[in-house]
């Protein structure tokens, strides 16, 4: 009789172990700080050159730290696609966040980027769910085939939610 009981109660406790486990888990999910990551609404590049307030093709000369958690992100501008503050060869600054949780832009120093910017008058800001290849921006500027076919399902945006 006493082997049955224990037989009882074998499955009871695994069950409580599973629940404190289950618990455990989820506390640990609901208070593990700020651990978000960035997402982009998929958006074809033509879509985003519409609404964008200026689109440019920019080398990344340097990115400097402006305060816990923005950067100002300097480009060589090599074309101009839109945007009539902006003139190629000019050096752009662009303000975004420092992480990658906080949609930052790239920070591959001499690499060639496609920005879609939001801004006036020389005060720039974008982020990753503004960048496209070179290749892509011209793609949406000329409004090829090719860019009505490459953006569908793209995840470039200019609404970064983090």
């Given amino acids: ?18 629940i404190a486990v ?34 440019i093709v920019g080398r990344l000369l340097a990115v400097a730290p402006r305060g816990p958690s923005r950067a100002a992100y300097r480009y060589r501008v090599i074309r101009v696609y839109r945007g009539e503050a902006i003139d190629s060869g000019s050096v752009a600054t662009v303000l975004s966040g420092r992480d990658s949780s906080a949609c930052a832009l790239p920070t591959r120093i001499g690499h060639r980027y496609g920005l879609f910017l939001l801004g006036e008058g020389g005060r720039w800001a974008s982020g990753l769910c503004g ?10 500027a000329r409004g090829s085939a090719s860019a009505s076919a490459a953006g569908t399902g793209s995840t470039t945006s200019l609404n970064c939610a983090s």
């Fill in 131 to 140: 960048v496209v290849s070179p290749r892509r921006m011209w793609e949406a």
């Fill in 1 to 18: 009789m006493t082997g049955a009981a224990a037989t009882t109660l074998q499955p009871v406790h695994g069950r409580h172990v599973a």
């Fill in 22 to 55: 289950v618990s455990v888990l989820l506390a640990g999910m609901c208070f593990a700080g700020e651990a978000v990551a960035c997402s982009c609404a998929p958006t074809p590049p033509r879509q985003a050159l519409a609404r964008a307030d200026a689109a």
